[in-house]
């Protein structure tokens, strides 16, 4: 692996570090001004929902504009988006973000989700460096390295979202992400990233170039992408395994605050979630250094029935020890997961096209989230919680 990978690498773990701990910290702050579980839960489900609709429009911007100037954008877009959330937060009095029905408060929740979610170019971006900056024999433990930065980025966020809403405020949440965001675009400025050459960021596969010259470089081409998916046997399949496990996903991203914010402070759950995120650092290391083994496919497979069957029992009881044991050995599966797909994807897809297969996966995978994040929000407050606080189920 290269020099240029690992501090390339290094300056996306500083972006995701800023984008995570931002959308982690209006999350908790929400939920603290509001005491509204819907609210949080349609956050989350807004969240996934535009990541799901926005990856065939950021793959494809990946694939045909080099991959330095798309991350330069990235960046950008959350700087100036921080910026104006920091504006409607400081021009807005404190009472109005109580409301869960505030118009200015989903505004300013608005723009810090949009912000965040320009950090995916980032992400599907340096999927696709791994191709360009390492050999094939090394993409498994490149990729784990990715993951490991995920999960510092992950661990970062955790605790310094909480400390930073319990001690400082929002207000100064925004100032530490705008400052540092600009950090990150200025040292992005000093690296020379290689690309793909600029014929080949514009092929489509299977057409001679002149007819696709014409083209508007904003073309999503999501016939093209979807050609190149059904050209590898079994490649669909493997999307949409990985769209059925995050059905799993929108529950835990609409309820796993507000629960344990019940049972600890904001505070001691960030710290918490600090703790937790060690596992993702774990996974990604254990990756990084062992690989994926001969079949990154039965490891996907094999992670994926242990991380269901542990989910299946660690929320039997309200029990913050139960929670965080079952939740650290599924985050130390996670990393696994993750590069074990990226790896395949790599290896099949060529390169000129990944970033739109990538995208194409990100939209597919997390249209799933969504339907559950909105559906278990509201079906907990309105009846599970009432029916385990006050109900009938309180004597059972």
Not at 13 to 21: C, K, Q, R, Y
Not at 202 to 208: C, K, T, Y
Not at 280 to 305: C, D, E, H, Q, Y
Request: hydrophobic share 55%.
């Amino acid at each position: 692996m290269t020099k240029t990978f690992h501090l390339t690498l290094a300056n996306s773990l500083a972006a995701f570090l800023i984008n995570s701990t931002v959308w982690f910290a209006v999350t908790f702050w929400v939920f603290l001004e509001t005491k509204s579980v819907i609210a949080t839960s349609v956050m989350a489900g807004v969240f996934t929902l535009t990541i799901a609709f926005s990856g065939f429009l950021l793959g494809s911007l990946v694939d045909r504009y080099p991959k330095k100037r798309v991350m330069l954008l990235s960046s950008v877009i959350s700087l100036v988006l921080y910026a104006f959330a920091g504006f409607i937060y400081i021009t807005t009095p404190p009472e109005v973000f109580t409301d869960a029905g505030s118009v200015r408060l989903w505004i300013f929740i608005v723009l810090a989700l949009v912000g965040a979610i320009f950090g995916n170019l980032r992400s599907i971006a340096l999927a696709t460096l791994v191709t360009i900056l390492v050999p094939e024999e090394g993409r498994d433990k490149a990729n784990g390295l990715v993951g490991t930065a995920n999960g510092v980025s992950f661990l970062g966020a955790s605790i310094f979202s909480g400390l930073v809403v319990g001690y400082l405020g929002m207000f100064w949440m925004l100032m530490i992400a705008i400052v540092l965001t600009a950090l990150v675009i200025a040292h992005l400025l000093t690296l020379a990233i290689p690309d793909l050459p600029k014929k080949m960021r514009h092929a489509h596969d299977g057409e001679p170039e002149h007819e696709h010259e014409d083209q508007q470089d904003n073309s999503i081409d999501l016939r093209g992408t979807i050609a190149a998916i059904r050209l590898v046997p079994g490649l669909f399949g493997l999307i949409f395994f990985h769209t059925f496990n995050n059905f799993l996903g929108g529950i835990f991203m609409s309820l796993m605050d507000a629960y344990g914010l019940l049972l600890v402070s904001v505070q001691a759950w960030g710290f918490l979630w600090g703790v937790l995120s060690l596992g993702f650092i774990v996974g990604g290391m254990v990756v990084a250094r062992k690989g994926l083994g001969k079949s990154p496919l039965r490891t996907l497979f094999l992670a994926n029935i242990a991380m269901w069957s542990i989910c299946s029992v660690f929320t039997l009881q309200a029990s913050i020890v139960l929670l965080a044991v079952g939740m650290f050995v599924c985050l130390c599966l996670s990393p696994a997961v993750e590069a074990a797909e990226q790896t395949i994807l790599q290896k099949v897809v060529p390169p000129e096209r990944q970033g739109r297969v990538f995208g194409f996966a990100q939209s597919v995978e997390q249209a799933a989230s969504p339907v559950t994040a909105f559906l278990i929000g509201p079906i907990a407050q309105l009846i599970f919680i009432p029916f385990m606080t006050t109900g009938a189920g309180v004597n059972t």
